[in-house]
């Protein structure tokens, strides 16, 4: 069987658009009846998903996948780093966690990965035509270079031919390329098939001169400018996008939009949980740390979170906790997905310090329950099904229609009293050991306060208008302007939005000739 061919996408920094132009050419070359498959050897990122097999990896390669119409699969991002501290994260190898290492120590320990990471794609190369790679932050971290492999380290094991993508928007487009450039080794330079530009603003002819700059200094071509949009919507990683979405006080909202805050967490984690509430027309969506902000909203989700004590710490310190509380008890809907749901309890335990050195701390006390950390880590699909008997649902539309989600918790709660009606039956796909009497998800004493485990819950068309309407009538706001989305064929709308300005915009044919195709 032929061996599949690759190309790579290295940036002069983080959050220059690797993830999203890596994704636009999965979706072209998938467009043009290509098998293809996207590969990072490593990534640090607090955003993950959950495969079929039960398999954590990062969500950029799980968007690169469905834009190239693939199931992920754990061998396109063998490695995971989830951050659990400022020196410190969880280490997930083939989908499974290994344990919490500080960056020292981690160091040492990945040329032990080398082999991990060369199996995995080579079991890629052998099942798909093109390999779209990436690699991570700046390709040219002198200080990391020795441990490197992701960058170019990784581009020399495969002899990926790569593409440098540098943010003009940022600044400092030419120093950023040609410095890039200029710190590479010769043999290093020699991978570099072409530079591109991403994230222009204004008029693209303004800048030929610029093209031609580049190409004469860096003696590459240059494959694309590809200007800044707002017309497609993809799943975002890199945690400074949360920066984009932060509550400004300047911000004018209309009267009638329902305006939701979620709380963001110094260990946010799975924050696309609620990119598709942004779509909603007549939905305003904003993240806050403020507790001076908590009585802006309409309703307040508390999110996932990779270190739930600290960051619960962070909320009892900040006042959060108290404003939390008021807003709950005066009756507004406040909800908590994952962590967010733990700290909603009275008490979350950690006796062997599994995230942090916090052994217990008290949540906001507003559902009976208590949450302890365990070393197993539950990583499922599920299935879940509206308990017909829990109150909450009494106007739900369709209560036979299974919802569709992922777990990832290292957290067990359990009810402080008898005779509680959970929110879900659950089915864990993929399991045989699994009892189908799971359940998940509790309700509060006060006011209109619930959480549940099942990430993605928001992205099920039923649910998410049944959860905006409840909302709306809780605070008297119009219901008419709804675009009533249909998320799975919206999100494939996208991906091919995004192909269409990425063809529109780069040079295809020469990439696909740098490739080999």
Known sequence: MPRAKSIMFLGTGSDVGKS???????????????RVAPFKAQNMALNSFVTAEGGEMGRAQVVQAEAAGVEPHVDMNPILLKPT??????????????????????????????????????????????????????????????????????AKMVKAPCILIGDIDRGGI?????????????EERELIAGLMVNKFRGDIDLFKEGVEILERLSHKPVLGVVPHFNHIHIHEEDSVALTRKTLSREEDYQPEEVLIGVVRLPYISNYTDFDILERENGVRLKYFNSPEDVFSFDAIIIPGSKNTLSDLATLHESGMVDALKAFAKRGRTLVGICGGYQMLGKLVRDK??????????????????????????????????????????????????????????????????????PLFNLRRIGTSYVSESQTDGLTGDVGKCWGTYIHGIFDNDIFRKWFIRNIA?????????????????WKEHQYDLLAEHFRTHVNIELIYKIIGL
């Open 85 to 154: 501290s400022q020196v410190g994260s969880q280490v997930i190898v083939l989908g499974r966690p290994i344990g919490n290492m500080i960056a020292r120590d981690y160091y040492r320990y990945k040329k032990n990965l080398t082999e991990v990471v060369k199996e995995a794609y080579e079991r890629l190369a052998k099942a798909y035509d093109v390999i779209v790679m990436e690699g991570a932050g700046s390709a040219v971290e002198l200080n990391l270079k020795e441990h490197d492999i992701v960058n170019l380290a990784m």
């Open 352 to 421: 062997e310090g599994l995230e942090s050195n916090l052994r217990e701390i008290e949540g906001l006390g507003l559902i009976p329950m208590v949450t302890e950390m365990f070393k197993d880590k539950i990583t499922y699909q599920v299935e879940a099904f509206p308990n017909p008997n829990h109150p909450l649902w009494k106007n739900y539309p369709n209560l036979e229609q299974p919802l569709k989600g992922y777990e990832i918790h290292m957290g067990r709660s359990f009810p402080t009293k008898g005779d509680v009606e």
């Open 473 to 489: 009538m809780e605070r008297r706001k119009p219901l008419g302007r709804s675009q009533e989305i249909e998320f799975f064929k």
């Open 174 to 186: 030419f120093a950023s390329l040609i410095g890039s450039l200029y710190l590479m080794e010769p």
């Open 20 to 34: 999203l132009l890596a994704a636009a050419l999965c979706r072209v070359l998938k467009q043009d009846g290509y």
